[in-house]
Structure formats: C-alpha cells, structure tokens
Nanobody, 115 residues
C-alpha cells in the first residue's frame, strides 16, 4: 500500500513562491510515475506537471516557465516549485503516484494566491 502526504501549501501574494512536497511510503517510488494535479472550486481536476522515473517532465501550458517538478528518490519525495504565482493558481493541489498499474492520490494541500 502506498500513502502520499502533501505539504507546503498556504497563502501567498501574487508574484510570490511556494514549494510543495509529497512524501510517499512504500518501495515503488523510484520506478513510479509522479505528478501534481490541482482543482479549483467549481472546476475539474487538472494536470499541472508530471515526472517519470527517468526524470522526464511535462507541464500544463498555464504553468510552463513558472513551475518546476522534481523528485528525490532517496527521500521518496516529489516537489513542485511554484514561482510567479497568480490568483488563477489558487486551488487544492494533489500529488499522484502511478506504479505497478495502480494510481494513488494524496489528500491535497490548499494553495491560495491573494493580496
């Protein structure tokens, strides 16, 4: 069983930065596909960024150049560095792991961008 625990969310002013972390339990992290999704009120959950076991990354157009996804296999942790934050980035951010044919989700962490 894999458990994912996100942290690092909070309230930040427009133009500010936050770094989200997602710590995973279990032994499949190093071979797993990892990602971050977000869901704003009234909207569907949308892809933000993904990273493969080989560290190949992919980003939503709306965050390219501002967000960076990375992973530390020694710590079983994936990160999302978010810079130049905008009010439209306000959402609950969810970490996901896909490994051995199963997808897991974290509980989510709230990010609010407001002055």
């Amino acid at each position: 069983q894999v458990q994912l625990v996100e942290s690092g969310g909070g309230l930040v002013q427009p133009g500010g930065s936050l770094r989200l972390s997602c710590a995973a339990s279990g032994s499949i992290f190093s071979i797993a596909f990892m990602g971050w999704y977000r869901q704003a009120p009234g909207n569907q959950r949308e892809l933000v960024a993904t990273i493969t076991s080989g560290r190949r990354t992919n980003y939503a157009d709306s965050v390219k150049g501002r967000f960076t996804i990375s992973r530390d296999n020694a710590k079983n942790t994936v990160y999302l560095q978010m810079n130049s934050l905008k009010p439209d980035d306000t959402a609950v951010y969810y970490c996901t792991l896909v490994g051995r044919g199963t997808q897991y989700w974290g509980q989510g962490t709230q990010v609010t961008v407001s002055s």
